[in-house]
């Protein structure tokens, strides 16, 4: 789940389909009916009339468009109103957490570590790369066992930073279920990822597993985020673009 500036101002903003998300998820824990979409939109729509709020198009899987919300955090609040009490807490809540997140986001101590290794393996990069630049301005010759098998360390040393940053990008875009669960020390079912990936036409990456023949699925960062309220640039390190 995530939450953006408005406009270029102070205020948070939440699209109409992540607040449904919130909304559906707090209705099923009190026992309560899941909003539908269009339905939830319209509603949207009547409670901010004569207010100013983005909206931006979504595709459809039945290859339809419908226009979506971008509400700030007060408009948000103003449709929770027709929610019950407890659906209303629950969401409320939710709201709070995420924008603490935003205005004080903390580097977890894996993504911490993560960098530290990078930058190691940056310096061996660079060790490497005047080493090569060395013995070709010389024109030296790698004569004896002990020089080659040092170069060739080196040379490893540079695979492995550019393998680090490959699997850092990776993984602030994708990640699996197994790789959440050894990060979290929680469980997850990969249910609600499909079903969030089915409802915004987006396909999970499938990676090899030696436990499993056909690979297992890495599920977006976005659906995680919707789904869990997990941020995969936070949890595993933000070297690339997130998915």
């Excluded at 269009?38 to 409670?47: K, P, Q, W, Y």
């Amino acid at each position: 789940m995530t939450i953006a500036k408005f406009q270029g101002g102070d205020a948070v903003t939440m699209t109409s389909i992540e607040l449904l998300e919130l909304v559906n998820e707090a209705r099923s824990e009190f026992g309560e009916g899941e909003v539908r979409r269009n339905d939830f939109t319209a509603r949207c729509r009547d409670e901010l009339v004569g207010e100013h709020y983005e909206t931006f198009v979504v595709q459809n899987l039945n290859k339809t468009e419908s226009v979506e919300l971008r509400m700030t955090r007060d408009q948000c609040m103003w449709v929770l109103m027709r929610e019950s009490k407890a659906v209303r807490r629950r969401v409320t809540t939710k709201l709070n957490n995420l924008e603490r997140q935003t205005q004080s986001p903390a580097l977890p101590s894996d993504y911490i570590q993560a960098l530290e290794h990078l930058l190691e393996s940056k310096r061996s990069e660079k060790l490497a790369i005047e080493q090569r630049d060395h013995a070709v301005a010389t024109k030296a010759q790698i004569g004896t066992k002990r020089e080659a098998t040092a170069m060739a360390t080196a040379s490893a040393a540079v695979r492995e930073a550019a393998r680090l940053r490959d699997e850092l990008g990776f993984s602030a875009r994708h990640a699996t279920i197994l790789k959440v669960e050894a990060a979290t020390d929680r469980s997850f079912s990969f249910v609600n990822l499909r079903r969030w990936c089915k409802a915004n036409g987006v396909t999970p990456e499938t990676v090899p597993d030696k436990r499993y023949a056909e690979g297992v699925k890495a599920w977006p960062a976005a659906a995680w985020a919707a789904v869990f309220d997990i941020d995969l640039a936070d949890l595993f390190g933000a070297d690339g673009e997130q998915a």
